[in-house]
């Protein structure tokens, strides 16, 4: 439930004063008062009364996308309209491979019930690191002030709302929707499937909910051996091995930032999930636990100095002037500190930042080696269109000319 750049599962819901106003009167409306069928849906949208079109939200669904998996998409008409100008709907695959999970891709993993977890991915061969795992596009997308659960009196027009979003889908891709976990038995099962499954991701610069029910099969470890991220231009979710996974282990992604202390990630996930992580660091021994805890909290603050020390705001990296005879020190340690706590996935940023110091520098070879393995790396955690992946090729395509080149000299 965080949405950081790479740890975007579910979030914690705002409310706008609409929904208390809104919501007893959306059935009596939707019966008589469908618009106009706008493309590229292929069901006419569904929408809210009496509102103007900022603040009117409604069910848009196509069933053809993705070569007929379908998406169904509840959110205000201006941001659907965005989403429908996306390659997604512009230059639409004809890819009908991730209907299942049993598609003839012959995927790396197999779905089976894990102790205490529910169902869970197994890997069924080596996967290799840096091999794709899995790739499927969302089937919904749910603006955020819908899924609210906070006003309870409320909660059966949501769940009303949700269940005609979802039964728009075709038949498989809601039979997958409907397969997903819920947190706890409920009145709302719906809503409970997507307060246990979705990723956080704005469009229209609002909060939404995505939900990829393959991808939401993964359970969560602290230091999981897998990380996806989200083409926002394709709507694809693509999960790959953030290191070497052996045939009969579990494959896992983490739901929350992994740079915190035991004691935050689990409270994090109790608060957003309901369940006590036991993934293997948060079960350790109180003595490993407390030289890992040491070694998060010095990754970040390490990572707080250095981003001054390279900072693009001359007044900042002014004021961090004095760190300038250490950082190169401090880069090292801070990336072996994140090798030693088996942070696979987000080390990215620590290369890209170590990358970047060097460069402040003017140490072409070691900024280019950091900013190799921030690319190498970058791909899969951030995927390809990533600003800061961006950046990180412009050092390397051209070291001498980033903006980054002997700031601190
Ligand atoms: C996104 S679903 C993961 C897939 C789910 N296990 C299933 O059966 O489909 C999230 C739910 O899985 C369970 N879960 C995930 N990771 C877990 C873990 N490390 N320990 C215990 N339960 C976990 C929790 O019930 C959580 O609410």
């Known amino acids: 439930m965080v949405r950081s750049r790479s740890y975007k599962i579910i979030g914690v819901f705002p409310v706008g004063p609409w929904v208390t106003s809104l919501f007893p009167s959306l059935f009596r409306y939707q019966l008589s008062c469908k618009s106009n069928k706008i493309d590229p849906w292929t069901i006419a949208p569904t929408c809210l009364p009496d509102t103007t079109d900022e ?41 009908t491979s991730s209907l299942s999970e049993n598609d003839p891709r012959d995927p790396p ?46 909660l059966p027009h949501k769940e009303s ?14 039979d997958l929707f409907l397969a997903m976990a819920a947190h706890n038995e409920s009145e709302e099962p719906y809503i409970e499937k997507i307060y246990t499954n979705t990723f956080g991701e704005d469009f229209g610069e609002e909060e939404h909910s995505l939900v990829v029910p393959e991808t939401a099969r993964m359970n969560h470890d602290c230091r999981p051996n897998a990380m996806y991220y989200f083409d926002r231009r394709t ?3 693509y999960t790959h091995a953030s290191r070497r996974i052996y045939a009969g282990e579990e494959i896992t992604i983490t739901y929350i930032d992994p740079l915190q202390t ?17 993934c ?22 390490i990572t707080k100095i250095l981003n001054e020390v390279v900072s693009q705001n001359e007044t900042a990296r002014e004021a961090a002037r004095k760190h300038v005879p250490a950082a190169a020190e401090m880069a090292d340690l801070m990336i072996s500190l994140y090798e030693q706590e088996k942070l696979h996935a987000s080390i990215a940023d620590g290369y890209r930042l170590a990358a970047l110091v060097y460069s402040s520098i003017g140490n072409e070879w070691r900024a280019v080696k950091w900013a190799m393995l921030a690319s190498d790396i970058g791909l899969i955690h951030d995927g390809p269109e990533d600003e800061d992946l961006l950046d990180v090729r412009r050092l390397l395509l051209a070291p001498r000319q980033h903006w980054s080149w002997a700031v601190n000299v």
């Not at 205490?116 to 997308?141: F, Q, S």
């Not at 709302?161 to 809601?174: A, C, F, W």
């Not at 035991?262 to 036991?278: E, N, P, T, V, Y």
């Not at 293997?280 to 603050?301: D, G, K, P």
Request: net charge positive.
């Open 55 to 95: 603040e009117r939200f409604c069910v848009f669904t196509s069933e053809s996308f993705w070569g007929g998996r379908g998406i169904t998409i509840l959110t205000k008409p201006s941001i659907a309209r965005e989403i429908s100008q996306l390659p997604a709907f512009t230059t639409p695959t004809n890819n």
């Open 109 to 154: 993993f197999y779905v089976a019930a894990i102790p205490g977890r529910g169902m869970g991915l197994i890997a069924n061969r080596t996967i290799e690191r840096g091999d794709l795992i899995k790739a499927h596009a969302g089937v919904a997308i749910f603006h955020n002030d819908c899924v609210d659960k906070s006003f309870d009196d409320y």
């Open 161 to 174: 709302l949700m269940k005609l979003s979802v039964n728009q889908l075709p038949p498989i891709t809601r």
């Open 235 to 237: 709507l694809v979710h």
């Open 262 to 278: 035991r004691l935050r990630r689990r409270a994090a996930i109790k608060r957003s999930w309901g369940f006590d992580c036991s």
């Open 280 to 301: 293997s660091l948060c079960s350790a021994e109180n003595h490993f636990i407390r030289e890992s805890n040491r070694r998060v909290t010095e990754i970040v603050r």
